[in-house]
């Protein structure tokens, strides 16, 4: 069993993670929504004017693009389940002590971060998806049509 000492430093750690998360999950969800629209701008507008850049230089723009929309596919379901399970813990001695109001409120976080999680993620693997395909009908054009 968990000393007494140990588990109120291990609460009050996991506790004081509930607000970066959130805050991280929001960063997480504006920088989707700039992705968003960068995916349009670059749909219409850049991928003709990457066309005609050289290859190296394409490949570097396309890993980047990637890579953040990864990395936002990947993080946002882990903030939104850590944002689920952190009020849970607070919720559930709520509810112990017949603190309904508590629970509420905990539950009400635990939902809302899942669902903001699960969004960024997909729309970020959406993203993904989609650059993948322009990225690789831009690569062949700049290969001049062939395929290795």
Do not use: K
């Not at 944002?83 to 559930?92: E, K, M």
């Amino acid at each position: 069993m968990i000393h007494g000492l140990t588990q109120g430093l291990l609460h009050e750690l996991v506790g004081g993670l509930l607000y970066p998360v959130i805050a991280a999950l929001g960063i997480a969800l504006l920088l989707t929504v700039w992705e968003t629209g960068m995916a349009i701008a670059e749909c219409s507008l850049t991928l003709r004017r990457l066309q005609r850049q050289s290859l190296a230089s394409f490949e570097d723009y396309a890993n980047r693009r990637l890579e953040r929309v990864d990395l936002l596919a990947r993080s946002g379901p882990v903030l939104g389940l850590m944002g689920t399970l952190i009020p849970l813990g607070p919720g559930l001695s709520a509810l112990n002590s017949g603190n309904i109001d508590i629970l509420a409120t905990a539950l009400t976080v635990a939902f809302d971060t899942t669902v903001l999680g699960l969004l960024v993620g997909l729309v970020a693997y959406i993203l993904g998806r989609l650059r993948r395909r322009w990225y690789e009908a831009t690569w062949q054009t700049l290969q001049g049509g062939s395929h290795d």
